[in-house]
């Protein structure tokens, strides 16, 4: 019972100092699936398109470019989606949080303005991301688990 109690001790004290580093490593995950998930298909979290390209000038610009017309990607010049990164990861005894955006002003425009225009959180994860996500979680906290209890 009382090697029990030591592992308990290690495992949680283990936990709570890689949570913050667990965060990160799902965060750029949901960074790099939202954004794979919008340039390659277009699709907002939920399934649906953004949207079209049915006006002529951009249309045009995207064409003249050799980009896809068929779905908006927002990914025109690609400044935006290589700005957004996380900015700030807070964890402590009943809090765990992490917020992704832009580091330039420019392109925190860029995610306001394209979020509004397609009324939609562009950087929200979809249920199936979400599901991920979880994954990367539950596999580092079986592997450390794994360490203290056989």
């Not at 832009?102 to 979809?126: C, G, P």
């Not at 979880?134 to 360490?147: F, G, S």
Request: neutral net charge; glycine residues 6%.
């Amino acid at each position: 019972m009382e090697q029990f109690l030591k592992n308990s001790r290690a495992f949680i004290a283990e936990v709570k100092s890689q949570n913050a580093v667990w965060l990160r490593e799902a965060g750029e995950s949901a960074i790099s699936l939202v954004d794979r998930r919008i340039t390659e298909s277009g699709r907002t979290a939920g399934g649906t398109q953004l949207g079209d390209y049915t006006d002529g000038v951009y249309k045009k610009k995207r064409q003249d470019k050799g980009l896809t017309t068929s779905y908006v990607n927002l990914a025109f010049t690609n400044d935006m989606w290589s700005d957004v990164g996380i900015i700030n990861v807070v964890t402590g005894a009943n809090i765990a949080r992490l917020t992704i955006g832009a580091s330039f002003q420019e392109n925190k425009n860029k995610l306001v303005y394209n979020s509004v225009r397609y009324n939609d959180d562009i950087l929200e994860v979809s249920q199936s991301e979400e599901d991920k996500l979880a994954k990367i979680m539950d596999v580092n906290l079986q592997l450390t688990a794994n360490k203290y209890f056989k």
